[in-house]
């Protein structure tokens, strides 16, 4: 019967490292990556007084997890509607440390804003402006 122990805690002392070296690990060979938006919480447009007049988007948000990473910041404009899409990454199947790493940036909106209402959309969170 020790000789029944002894094999197991050997088994267990080998296994032990292996069961606690994979949490908390990616597979990195895998390479799948999930992009999506980042959360908004909120958007406010800076007017500059300028001839033509020029904007910029101070956006707030999360980007998610210990594992997420900004990944792109897309712009396009129809018209009067300016359209931000901010958007994260993180592997797929990772095990990440919960703590929110927020977003804070001023983000210069392209082109110029002739006299009039515009409307900004940030991943679904809309606000209005106007240049005179």
Known sequence: MASNVARLLAVGALAAPLALGACGRSNPASGDLLIDPIQVESVDVLVQESDPPQA?????????????????????????????????????????????????????????FPPGRYLLRVNGVETSFATE
């Open 56 to 112: 910029s988007a101070h956006v707030r948000g999360v980007i998610g997890d210990g594992c997420s990473s900004l990944h792109s910041v897309a712009q396009e404009r129809s018209g009067t509607t300016v359209v931000l899409t901010i958007l994260r990454q993180r592997p797929a199947n990772a095990m990440c440390i919960q703590i929110a790493r927020l977003y804070d940036e001023t983000l210069r909106l392209e082109g110029t």
